[in-house]
């Protein structure tokens, strides 16, 4: 996983598309979506860890 992407298919994966029209906004829930999946065990961790930093390099791409 490397890109912003990559996450996105990532979620599609489990059926969670995330737009709402605002890219920080976009970023922000993807985050949570993703911890969610983790929390719940349906992701690994090194998946986890990597998702969490390739949004993160967005926010800070996007200076949120």
Same mark, same amino acid.
């Given at each position: 996983?490397?890109t912003?992407?990559?996450?996105?298919?990532? #979620?599609?994966k489990?059926?969670?598309?995330?737009?709402? /029209?605002?890219?920080?906004?976009? &970023? %922000? *829930?993807?985050e949570? %979506?993703?911890? !969610? #999946?983790?929390? #719940? /065990?349906? &992701? !690994?961790? %090194? &998946?986890?860890?990597?998702? &969490? *930093?390739? #949004?993160?390099? %967005?926010?800070?791409?996007? /200076?949120?």
């Amino acid at each position: 996983m490397k890109t912003f992407y990559d996450v996105q298919q990532l #979620l599609k994966k489990f059926g969670i598309i995330i737009y709402v /029209g605002n890219r920080n906004a976009d &970023i %922000e *829930l993807m985050e949570m %979506e993703v911890k !969610e #999946l983790y929390k #719940l /065990g349906l &992701i !690994e961790k %090194e &998946i986890f860890q990597r998702a &969490i *930093l390739v #949004l993160r390099q %967005e926010k800070n791409k996007n /200076g949120f």
